[in-house]
């Protein structure tokens, strides 16, 4: 599976629902969702998971072939003063449920799938 940011970030947005993270909203579909899609974007591409302190708690993201990638960015009012601190798996998931991440990963799958 190639990496295009474009199309992953595409896909997402489509892909996040209340089944993938509490805190979805329609009007904020990336809301909550940092975790889950760290950890899929992961799975799916490699590279490393990353983090940032926030006030409401760690924030996750990825690198992949040296670039940042924060496909739930849109979540915030504010701009991230990124800190990039390595992050575990484990740190990434918690907070997340397997159905969480199962639910996820299927729709990616289906929005990718109907995508191209």
Avoid at 38 to 65: C, M
Avoid at 81 to 91: C, F, I, R
Wanted: net charge neutral; charged share 20%.
């Amino acid at each position: 599976m190639s990496f295009d940011p474009d199309e992953v970030q595409s896909v997402l947005r489509k892909a996040w629902s209340l089944s993938t993270a509490s805190q979805w909203t329609v009007d904020n579909p990336a809301k909550g969702q940092c975790n889950v899609t760290a950890l899929l974007v992961h799975e799916l591409f490699g590279g490393d998971l990353l983090k940032t302190p926030l006030p409401s708690g760690d924030h996750f993201y990825n690198r992949i072939e040296g670039r940042r990638y924060d496909f739930t960015s849109s979540q915030f009012d504010e701009p991230i003063a990124y800190a990039d601190l390595p992050a575990s798996w484990a740190e990434a998931q918690r907070g997340v449920t397997s159905a969480q991440r199962a639910a996820l990963r299927m729709a990616f799958g289906r929005f990718r799938a109907s995508s191209g």
